[in-house]
């Protein structure tokens, strides 16, 4: 199983290669063969080169790779983000990556958050006029096919009821964007007739906001468009505890390709320290796991990603002192001590007796 990894800019060039070695241990002690190539596509070759995502990169990942694993985009050195939108909005709509999952992990549970990932707002739809070099007219339109909306819900409806998930909220802004607003209603209510055992609900997005802030738990399941996903994503990791902590999957579930990236972005303001928290990109790498039907070894990396976060070597942004390799280092540390009897339990092909793990 060939996996494209894309550490890309800033922070993202420090946390996916210190994640990389807990995945090609749990690929050697589960017997996954999961095996990865390193792109370099971000601002220091789009500078050099004014290539982003090179030509055929598309064809060429969806024929020779199952998945994407990708750090985070943007510099400052580009302030238009103009190889970001190319490179990460050129993946996800080129690979039709339209179902983004972010889990919002929280103490009372997890509310699985599904943002639509390659319409709306991010369509690519609009243009500018200016005069003497000012821009004085601006259009961004918002677009919507039925299509892939009902593509969309239907396949988040059907991943909540698999997740035993009861409840289930449809983010949307109808009174004052009526017409992409409308369609996600009417499709909404049409489609959740086939889900008798969720229960739907409406909210307005701003409404919406101020609930979740105050109070998160009645939530289990948010449908959300383009770009009110990607607000709510990460003031989901503010409830989490931090940017640090949400991770993400973009998946086609058509083809099963996906990409998982952790939702915050380069972060420059901490780029080169060697202190960001690479909790985001492993636990992206866990929802990998999942996606590939992997759960043990999820699980495991889950564990031991968990500790680490309450351990010594956790990050400034968790009120520790480690670094990110430290943080890594103690991952690692606890893998190690997992998979030796994960290795000799799969070879002997007998469950481990009590104690021996
Ligand atoms: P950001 O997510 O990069 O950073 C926001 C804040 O969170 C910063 O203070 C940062 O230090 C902190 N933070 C983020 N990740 C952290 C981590 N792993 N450990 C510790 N602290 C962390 O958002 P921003 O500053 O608004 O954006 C920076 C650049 O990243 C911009 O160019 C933006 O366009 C881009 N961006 C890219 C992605 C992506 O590639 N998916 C996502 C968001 C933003
Ligand atoms: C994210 C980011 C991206 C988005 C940007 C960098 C284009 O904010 O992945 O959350 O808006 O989707
Ligand atoms: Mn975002």
């Known amino acids: 199983m060939r996996i494209a990894v894309v550490p890309g800019d800033g922070i993202g060039k420090e946390v996916v290669p210190a994640t990389l070695p807990a995945l090609t241990a749990l690929s050697e002690a589960f017997g996954l063969g999961i095996d990865y190539d390193v792109f370099d596509w971000g601002a220091d070759q789009w500078l050099a080169t004014g290539v982003g995502l090179p030509p055929g990169a598309i064809d060429r990942l969806a024929r020779d790779y199952r998945a994407v694993f990708l750090g985070a985009l943007g510099d400052p050195r580009i302030p238009d983000m103009a190889h970001g939108r190319d490179i990460l909005l050129g993946l996800r709509r080129g690979l039709d990556l339209y179902v983004n999952y972010r889990p919002i992990v929280l103490e009372h ?21 200016s005069r003497h070099g000012a821009v004085t007219v601006a259009i961004d339109e918002c677009v919507y096919t039925r299509e892939i909306v009902e593509h969309f819900v239907r396949h988040c409806l059907g991943r909540l009821r698999e997740q035993g998930r009861r409840k289930v909220t449809l983010v949307h802004k109808s009174n004052a964007v009526p017409n992409t607003g409308r369609l996600w209603q009417d499709v909404f209510r049409r489609e959740l007739a086939a889900f008798p055992e969720l229960t739907g609900s409406e909210e307005y997005v701003d409404s919406f906001c101020y609930n979740l802030v105050r109070d998160p738990t009645p939530y289990e399941g948010i449908l959300a468009s383009n770009l009110f996903g990607d607000i709510i994503s990460d003031i989901g990791a503010a409830l989490m505890g931090g940017l640090g902590l949400a991770s993400s999957a973009s998946i086609c579930p058509e083809t099963n390709f996906a990409l998982f990236e952790p939702v915050h972005g380069s972060a420059p303001d901490i780029a080169g320290k060697g202190t960001a928290n690479p909790y985001a990109a492993a636990m992206s790498l866990a929802l990998m796991l999942d996606h590939f039907g992997h759960g043990a070894a999820a699980g495991l990396l889950r564990a031991c990603v968990t500790g680490a976060a309450g351990s010594e070597a956790a990050t400034p942004d968790l009120g520790g002192k480690g670094t990110t390799q430290q943080f890594m280092d103690q991952v690692m540390a606890q893998l190690e001590r997992e998979l030796p009897n994960r290795r000799r339990v799969d070879v002997d092909g007998r469950p481990a007796a009590a104690g021996e793990l």
């Open 109 to 129: 549970g997890v509310i699985d958050l599904y943002r639509e990932n390659t319409q709306g707002l991010y369509a690519g739809v609009g243009g500018s006029i």
